[in-house]
């Protein structure tokens, strides 16, 4: 009786601090240039100390609730993630044309893009659960290349995930310049990015003498790891497919970066 006892004591025990750890999300505005951009913060409040701090950068459908679900699948991990806005607005696309066309305005004005992704990471940083010197970005997709092109500029990240993006330079990466280290989590038959593009992108790394990981699933297409990734695909007709298990295998190989890179043993 004694040990039944102890046994259900444990796992009520157990129960209980699970109901503690609680992910809180919350909508945030903030202004870039006057624009009013529309973001997602999501977070344990159970874990009382700073941790590192991740942004999410949505795919050229928009600040929509995939985004979100990935903040909030970063916040489970014990991260505080923010899901930021780079179209303003919080705007979404509903068709391939409306999606390219923000993409492209966001894409042919590098310096606003720097400027919307640098005011989410202040707000992130500036959050009671964030430790500002640990930061990292991922992004999806358009959300793969924009977090690539802010590693090559320099911002002050300790790692950047790329899950299928577009690996083509707007400023290609400089020797001494990247901070972050780079994982790129590729489908190795998707059709959006051609080997070429591959090629190039190897080369300017290694020129660049960039920290970075390039990993291929194989059999995975374009937007893997969206499971609508089917719908659209049907819908528009175009090469999207999720795939489970490249899905599962690159949020795992994301985790390892982070722990390497987030681990207390390897800070300065």
């Known amino acids: 009786m004694k040990l039944l006892r102890w046994g259900m004591l444990a796992v009520l025990g157990l129960a209980w601090q699970s109901a503690l750890a609680t992910v809180q999300t919350k909508e945030v505005e903030y202004t870039v240039e006057g624009q009013v951009m529309r973001g997602f913060i999501a977070y344990d409040d159970a874990i009382k100390q700073k941790r590192p701090g991740v942004l999410v950068v949505h795919e050229w ?4 609730d995939y ?3 990935r903040a909030t699948m970063l916040a489970e991990l014990g991260y505080t993630a923010m899901a930021l806005d780079m179209y303003g607005e919080g705007k979404q696309a509903h068709h391939p044309e409306e999606a390219g066309k923000f993409a492209t305005e966001v894409k042919t004005n590098l310096p606003l893009a720097r400027a919307r992704f640098m005011k989410a990471m202040e707000l992130l940083q500036s959050q009671p659960s ?3 010197k640990r930061i990292a970005a991922i ?16 911002m002050d990240l300790a790692a950047v995930v790329s899950f299928h993006g577009s690996l083509d330079a707007i400023e290609p990466a400089q020797p001494g310049k990247v901070k972050a280290r780079i994982l790129v989590a ?15 992108f190897h080369a300017e790394m290694k020129a660049a ?9 194989p059999g995975a297409k374009h937007s893997f790891t969206n499971p609508d990734a089917d719908k659209y695909g049907q819908q528009f007709k175009l090469p999207l497919e999720y795939n489970a298990a ?7 190989d994301m985790q390892a970066l982070f722990k390497q890179v987030f681990d207390p043993k390897r800070e300065k």
């Open 186 to 200: 590729h489908g190795a038959d998707d059709p959006f990015v051609p080997q070429a593009q591959i090629d190039a």
């Open 139 to 154: 992004g999806y997709c358009f959300g793969g290349a924009v977090v690539l092109e802010m590693a090559r500029s320099g």
């Open 61 to 64: 459908w928009g600040m929509n």
């Open 209 to 217: 003498q960039v920290d970075y990981e390039f990993k291929a699933y």
């Open 67 to 69: 985004a979100r679900k």
């Open 246 to 252: 490249a899905d599962k295998a690159s949020w795992a």
């Open 130 to 132: 964030v430790d500002p």
